[in-house]
Nanobody, 120 residues
Framework: QVQLVESGGGLVQAGGSLRLSCAASASIFSISVMGWYRQAPGKQRELVASITSCGTTNYVESVKGRFTISRDNAKNPMYLQMNSLNPEDTAVYYC??????????????WGQGTQVTVSS
């Protein structure tokens, strides 16, 4: 089955930076919206950042000014640049997208998650 694959997570000290990437396992026809979610231990999953097909971005208040969501183009990997990380950013980060794979109708897809750990 088609899936999204995240990479770029890891361990970083407070104040450091990481860049997460997400790629689809099949050719993308179009993207309506894509985003990054995160889930910390014992907490519910939250939407961190999203970007629409026209490039409009939105961020949860806690990451504004520190995180940037972007994509190279409609068919290539998308990214989450995370700067000035703090321990509260520690979570599993998930890529999500509502898109059309070539030859398929629009659907919602999730990645398996990548761990981001920020030490103090």
């Amino acid at each position: 089955q088609v899936q999204l694959v995240e990479s770029g997570g890891g361990l970083v000290q407070a104040g450091g930076s990481l860049r997460l990437s997400c790629a689809a396992s099949a050719s993308i026809f179009s993207i309506s919206v894509m985003g990054w979610y995160r889930q910390a231990p014992g907490k519910q999953r939250e939407l961190v950042a999203s970007i629409t097909s026209c490039g409009t971005t939105n961020y949860v208040e806690s990451v504004k000014g520190r995180f940037t969501i972007s994509r190279d183009n409609a068919k290539n990997p998308m990214y989450l640049q995370m700067n000035s990380l703090n321990p509260e950013d520690t979570a599993v980060y998930y890529c999500n997208a509502r898109l059309r794979i070539v030859g398929e109708l629009e659907n919602n897809y999730w990645g398996q998650g990548t761990q981001v750990t920020v030490s103090s």
